[in-house]
């Protein structure tokens, strides 16, 4: 900034004398617009060209792949219609994917959003120890997941992990937690939770701050005095377009778990813990099932794009608001 | 709500609830390095403590970097980590400024790709990217680790918004100065927008040290595998027996971003979030 602005003074006079030369000729608007579009042009040319041969070629291709019976090294395709969805739709596999991953989604949402915004209220409700309580919730958040889900395995090991031991210390029964049916999907979600209340507690204290303090003294002069009446008339209603927010941005992350399915339990025991991106995976890349992988794909797409397309909608909203 | 004084009570609470969480975010982490430093015999007693009874730390280490190639694993990551934030800043700090401060025929349709590309998850292209790379030759290099993400939709969208925001005026002022566009977008642009440069940084660095997803796709060789699927490995290959040395290792790949994210807390959050926090 400081080097730039002298430039302004000092270039000013000479440059006007070089633009009344040059619009003798052709006239400066035109040949500035024509300039500007050529640089425009010539400086985006690289970004276009990755993001039409690593955007959009490829979704062309995962519609192409889906639609058509193509299989890895085939040099030729013909197109079958639903064919591949109508396999997907009526593989038990694909429909406990599904399901699974909906109901690890809808476990994990309320207990992240809840902790997240509990936590961001205890720490932001006063000043010790702050900014400890924020980094330590945060950590999971980026720590190298692959890492995180081989510790664990080894807390929920079932003959030396610390869980079992905890619960037969206190007389609680144990088990073997992720080569349970009834018990796999829940303890993923646990982790799921673990990895990103962080995210939900930062994005709520954001939330916070933007509440401007007239309305708690507002809220003072109306007989509001008590912390209770404070949460209920100010802090949950103006959170509420923040929540909306974190609800859609913290299921985005949800739907896209991989790690721990792959380290974990690789979708077992059966297809108990099996999730999308894990199908994805493994029909693609292990089986080979180009068709299933792509049509799977296809169905996850749609999911992320209609959750992307709400989460969107709820900024909109957010920026009308203030 | 910060101008609250809490009651006693109150704050015992506070701190109460905030240990219990702390304590569960914790856990894995203490239990990770715990057990890093632990001997298998005491790895597999009935008994446990945080502290081993006798340190074996220095063995299971010694083994996370010599029998497994855990450094070069490491070496990767970080290679491709730079090759990839090189390439995207490269790529879409011009692209961005173009769109942020040109008028040129197709930048509204071009800015309508940028926010399309955002919509789209990297894991559904797998497969033609998968297929690009096969053809081209590359499966199985640093190359195809690095080019399906040289350029990001989030950074151009990034950047657009911060340049958006630095005056008219001081472009002007740039071009009767002399400077190309081009210098315009590396001297004046990004140096001013070095906030926007470093959350981004964090975001794409973040992102692609922890990714596990494209690596197990892209690449098979040991010797060009990144931390998380190096691990992942070590981790099959040892059947999950050899819990010390695994430990270890996990806590050598963890530690670098978690130490770096205590020094540098306030860009962390701000580029994990993508700019949503201010």
Same mark, same amino acid.
């Given at each position: 900034m400081s080097a730039s602005l002298p430039a302004v003074s000092r270039l000013a006079q000479p440059a006007e004398g070089a633009a009344a030369k040059l619009s003798s000729r052709v006239s400066l608007p035109r040949r500035h617009s024509f300039y500007e579009a050529m640089w425009g042009w010539a400086l985006i040319a690289p970004a276009l060209v990755f993001l039409v041969v690593l955007f959009f070629l490829p979704v062309i291709g995962v519609f192409v792949i889906a639609f058509s019976d193509w299989q890895f090294g085939a040099s030729s395709l013909s197109f079958v219609g639903l064919a591949n969805f109508r396999e997907v739709i009526f593989d038990e596999g694909f429909r406990a994917s599904l399901i699974n991953t909906v109901v690890y989604v809808v476990m994990v949402v309320p207990g992240t959003v809840l902790a997240g915004l509990l936590i961001a209220l205890l720490i932001e409700s006063s000043h010790s120890c702050r900014a400890l309580y924020r980094a330590v919730h945060f950590l999971p958040f980026m720590a190298t997941a692959t890492a995180m889900a081989i510790s664990w395995e080894a807390l929920l090991? @079932?003959? !030396?992990?610390l869980v079992n031991h905890s619960l037969a210390a206190l007389g609680l029964p144990v088990a073997n937690w992720l080569r349970d049916e009834t018990t796999v999907l829940p303890v993923l979600a646990v982790i799921g939770i673990w990895q990103n209340l962080g995210y939900a507690m930062v994005l709520f204290m954001a939330g916070l701050k933007s509440i401007p303090l007239d309305l708690y003294d507002a809220a003072d002069v109306d007989g509001a005095d008590h912390w209770l009446d404070r949460l209920r008339t100010v802090t949950i209603p103006m959170l509420g377009p923040v929540s909306m927010f974190v609800v859609i941005v913290v299921a985005l992350r949800a739907f896209e778990t991989f790690d721990t399915v792959q380290i *974990?339990? =690789?979708?077992?025991p059966g297809h108990s813990s099996e999730m999308l991106l894990y199908t994805i995976y493994r029909e693609s %890349?292990? /089986? *080979?099932?180009a068709g299933y992988g792509a049509a799977v794909a296809i169905v996850f797409l749609a999911i992320v794009v209609a959750l992307t397309l709400l989460q969107a909608r709820s900024m909109d909203k957010r920026v009308h608001y203030q | 709500m910060s101008a609250i004084r809490l009651s006693p009570a109150a704050a015992i609470l506070r701190h109460g609830v905030l240990v219990l969480t702390s304590a569960f975010i914790l856990v894995p982490f203490v239990w990770m390095v715990s057990l890093s430093l632990k001997s298998p015999g005491e790895i597999f007693r009935a008994t446990f403590s945080?502290? @081993?009874? =006798? %340190?074996y730390g220095v063995d299971n280490y010694a083994k996370a970097i010599t029998s497994v190639p855990l450094p070069g694993y490491m070496g990767n990551g970080l290679l491709v980590c730079a090759l990839i934030l090189a390439a995207q800043i490269l790529v879409c700090a011009p692209a961005a400024y173009a769109l942020a401060k040109l008028k040129f025929w197709g930048r509204d349709f071009i800015f309508a790709m940028v926010l399309v590309g955002l919509l789209l998850p990297h894991q559904v292209l797998s497969l033609p990217l998968f297929i690009l790379c096969y053809k081209l030759g !590359? *499966?199985?290099? /640093?190359l195809a680790l690095v080019i399906p993400y040289v350029v990001s939709p989030f950074g151009i969208f990034l950047f657009r918004q911060f340049f958006r925001k630095i005056p008219d005026d001081i472009v002007h002022a740039a071009r009767l100065d002399g400077l190309t566009e081009l210098a315009i977008v590396w001297k004046i642009m990004v140096p001013m927008a070095l906030p926007a440069v470093i959350a981004f940084s964090i975001f794409s660095v973040v992102a692609h040290w922890n990714d596990l997803f494209w690596p197990l796709i892209a690449v098979r060789d040991g010797h060009l595998m990144p931390a998380p699927l190096g691990i992942m490995a070590f981790k099959n290959e040892e059947a999950g027996n050899d819990y010390g040395p695994l430990m270890a290792a996990s806590t050598l790949v963890v530690a670098p971003l978690l130490i770096a994210f205590l020094a540098a807390q306030k860009w962390f959050v701000e580029g994990m979030t993508g700019g949503s926090v201010k």
């Open positions: 090991h @079932p003959t !030396i992990g *974990l339990t =690789q979708g077992g %890349f292990e /089986y *080979l099932r | 945080v502290l @081993p009874a =006798q %340190f !590359i *499966l199985n290099t /640093y």
